[in-house]
């Protein structure tokens, strides 16, 4: 390989990286979009943290458990030593004819911390902040690096006679994120107010405006995320994946919105934001092994289900804001599924490989969450009180609104001349 | 050409691609924070759909309908087949020097639901929503790829003695849209309120922040929009085709500042916003032959035209809510007929070309889209109900508000201790 | 050099440009929403002139100042003459390894704007538009290139006997535009409502989401800021400082959690929003030159700064609504210094130099700022009068509202039938 195209690959691999990285932002705007106004600091805290806390748990050890090479490696553990120790030629194309060393540990640092994002929105609204931190230094620092070590780090679901495939997470990111959702939203329980003597409330986000921006960057990360995870620039394996990656989101746009037009007579866009999420999290298993027919129907499939997954786990009362379940574990699975049924060496031993794949990382990520959480709710507790649940998170634990102006009317009159209003009023200023 | 460059180029494209995407969310911000809050999801909605319908549509027949290649092409119109059939080479430079089939693909398909885009705010806040879709396909599906053709297909416009030239689109995407609007305005009338008793009453958006947003992201986007239009990396023409679109944009912004300033007494924001994207059209048709000087002109002249346009659309009773003729249609003319002032060819010859590109283009456009919005004026009614106008379209097509807590303030008290009080209210909850 | 890298590598100076872009959007979403609603057009208005002002002014001869070569430069000033006037195979690599000069120019000019994008926060809620406007072309367009040339354009800091060393511009970009900040906060004064009675009163931003927008945005344009910065696609330096600038800005966000938690017994996430801008200002004069421990210490220790000189600068009554002063010119310093205490030539030398740097720059764009904004307070003032400030420059200004639904409620149901209640209302309709 010509030096030249190791440059190519790098500067490719770098764009990767800043559309994985703004997956955080996108994140942090569809789930505060999706919460309440009451709520919705407490959210972007919680998201504008988890980069921070993924990529240094994953500099001082994530990434030696997830890559841990030659060094202790087993086929379901392995560590290389604590710190970023850059091996010899890390900065060349002896490293890797893709990309450098710092290049690698960005990539998938930046991945790292996207699990513990997609739990937030799903406990969003009623979670103790400390306990949410501590959860997820441990599940991005401990959980996510041990089963991604499992395929991406060569241990046993790479080794299987059929490897499991798992083209850029969809169940190695997407659905650990889901499953860690699913144990934190089962031992928080629901919020107050969602379901009412046998009836299930709606309890819209406060602002569509926002969701539907983090959808796009969303969309636009995965490029990064899927594209990315060619490992090179290689213009065909490249560009097909992103054409795949972009007809399954259209297709999960079409889905969610055609179903959920019939089954709620209305023209429902959380559902179609919530379609094109699920097309883009369906076809993530896959992306490099699909045609132009088999994206679009993981699409419509993925937007479908993502509707129907909505009504069952409401159904279930099992109380998820920002849908994240049916999103990154309903779609995360289908998406695994679907190599078994669409890839290059579909059949019945692939599609075995992948339950085996979908059923070891669901195991042990749930458990590891459920025992974490529990462990949590003895100790620290892990959940706020009522009265904290129902003023908002914002105002308790982190005494501030989202929208001071809004929120607490009367601090900015305060400040003009009709003081004597104020005095008079209930509202009290609040401090930023 | 060395594999390594064909190996850029394609990795240049693909940034390209993703900076053309998210001119969606540009428009998506832009057009909701230029129309009310009541409107807000309705004007997401569409533009989350236009992106999934333009690929979609571009997949299936579109693309096969704007490079036909020597397929049943004439000057008018060729086809080359429905669905994506990657032809020999398709994944190499065999293909092209510059990208890859799907590559080029996605590339065009992104730029392809632009036009139906800038249509969807010129409409908003009064059209019906399935009208809107169905126009929407057949415009993006049909219109657009036909009169790309002409053009960028090699069709009868490329043909011409002196060659009509538009380098990325300011007569081929931009009017085009502008034309679609145009028909879609005249057929649909004004707003309820807008032209009252000979008053032209201002209809203020609901988020200048959102608005903002948007013009940001366009111009980030249009680095993609023009700066992919080389179809290759190459250095000069690429990065003199990023200054010479950023020095319009800044001299749109200037334009328009000075011009409402002057005529308006007050510094409008919207006027230098416009101006922004007023510039960015203007240099789109030429922006790889203008120098800094011409640049500089055509921006600032573009940032004139747009508040100069404004008035006079309100003065025409034309309603357009975001300026989307004044942008799109007045500047893409403009900036046409740039070409054939400040281009490398400038000249009497040119400009009869231009104005032949210019008319047979919008003839085509206008006719086609007017006739299409006729067609659904009088079988499905392309316009909401009085009172869905009044009440907002959110309400009524999609049975949920942007802002809930605002929007509908009794719910989320609903969910406090305050039972009573709502019990009392006479604001209704609502369900997203 | 191969003709093959001189392509990748100015792909590579194209994606920083659109990142130093996407910085402005950072700036103007971070500053409106920590500014309150009332002053919010007026902030954005700031913000998306000030890149259209940068580039025309760098355009027409802040690039040629910044930059002179051979001409007229002295170890304090040069100029090349007016325009941008391509020299000899400026399009190719003969003109640099790296780029176009065409790339240059504008990778140049993002960076330029910069500095005045900082000085529009620290001044917000109280400075008199044109008299800004007026600011920003000077100190842009004459301050900034002077200074920048000191070191970036061959000049005195650089011919030191060990060179003053600011890899990307703490000193040269943020702490300029700290400086230029805390000259116009002396002269205008705080804010009514502020410092009241000895005390200092918290005036909250108006939405925390705008704010963690702008932020995620400034981070991600800090990948184009520092890694363009190395003027190549060099895989093994530029990702290397990708790494360092992400761990210092995840390193910013705990330092200033942490601290702000113990200090103020709440989890405010304005100073987790701030630590993480700190973490990138700290690590940006040395980002080529730190080990990953380095650059955790860097961000940490930047990330409690900010928290420490927010309450100083409170005590101080220097009212910045932003944190701006906190953020650009403690921490610029702070990361200036760092390059003595962990560079490449760490040492008592480098830091005499690096001391020297901080202190020619920070003495010249002081005064020279203090002098400018002195000229304009006492011809065409510089503070708006005490009612506009109080109703909000918006409205005075820009005869506008952000949010106009929300702001004047009473207008969009002027436009319903129950027009009797607004003209009941003390609230009038305001026109856009």
């Not at 770098?14 to 009451?38: C, D, N, P, Q, W």
């Not at 709520?39 to 001082?60: C, E």
């Not at 299987?160 to 997470?169: E, I, K, S, W």
């Not at 097909?240 to 990656?245: A, D, H, P």
């Amino acid at each position: 390989m010509s030096q030249d195209l190791f440059v190519v690959n790098n500067v490719w691999m770098m764009v990767s990286i800043f559309l994985v990285f703004v997956m955080h932002l996108g994140f942090a705007t569809l789930e505060s979009g999706l919460a309440r106004s009451k709520n919705t600091v407490n959210i972007l805290f919680k998201n504008s943290m988890i980069p921070a806390i993924g990529l240094i748990t994953y500099a001082l050890w994530g990434f030696s458990v997830m890559y841990p090479g030659s060094d202790f490696a087993g086929s379901f553990f392995g560590f290389s030593g604590f710190g970023l120790n850059m091996p010899e030629g890390g900065e060349t194309s002896a490293y890797n004819e893709g990309y450098t060393f710092w290049t690698d540990f960005l990539f998938q640092g930046m991945f790292a911390a996207t699990a513990a994002t997609i739990v937030s929105g799903a406990v969003a609204e009623r979670v103790k902040l400390t306990s949410f931190m501590v959860f997820s230094v441990l599940f991005v620092g401990i959980c996510y690096p041990i089963v991604g070590m499992w395929k991406w780090g060569g241990g046993y679901l790479n080794e299987l006679t059929v490897p499991f495939y798992d083209f850029a997470g969809s169940t190695i990111v997407h659905s650990v994120g889901g499953w860690g959702a699913l144990a934190g939203i089962i031992l928080l329980g629901s919020r107050i107010g969602k379901y009412v003597d046998g009836k299930i409330k709606p309890i819209p986000g406060h602002s569509i405006p926002l969701a539907t921006i983090g959808v796009f960057i969303l969309w636009l990360g995965w490029f990064g995320f899927n594209g990315g995870s060619v490992l090179s620039a290689d213009p065909g394996a490249v560009s097909r994946v992103l054409v795949m990656t972009s007809l399954a989101a259209a297709a999960g746009a079409i889905g969610g919105c055609f179903l959920s037009m019939i089954l709620f007579k209305s023209a429902d866009i959380t559902m179609v934001l919530n379609g094109i999420l699920a097309g883009l999290v369906g076809i993530t298993a896959g992306a490099d092994q699909m045609g132009v027919t088999d994206s679009i129907v993981i699409g419509l499939v993925a937007g479908a289900l993502v509707v129907l997954a909505v009504v069952l786990f409401d159904k279930l009362k099992i109380d998820d804001p920002v849908g994240a379940l049916s999103v990154h574990l309903v779609c995360g699975i289908w998406g695994t599924l679907a190599v078994g049924l669409f890839g290059a060496l579909a059949g019945v031993d692939q599609i075995i490989s992948q339950l085996i794949g979908i059923g070891m990382v669901g195991a042990f990520s749930f458990a590891f969450a459920f025992v974490l959480w529990y462990v949590l709710k003895v100790t620290m507790g892990i959940r706020v009180s009522e009265k904290e649940e129902l003023d908002g998170l914002d105002i308790h634990e982190h005494k501030m609104h989202a929208y001071p102006d809004i929120n607490a009317p009367g601090f900015e009159m305060s400040l003009n001349e009709k003081e004597t209003t104020v005095a008079a009023g209930s509202k009290k200023p609040v401090a930023v």
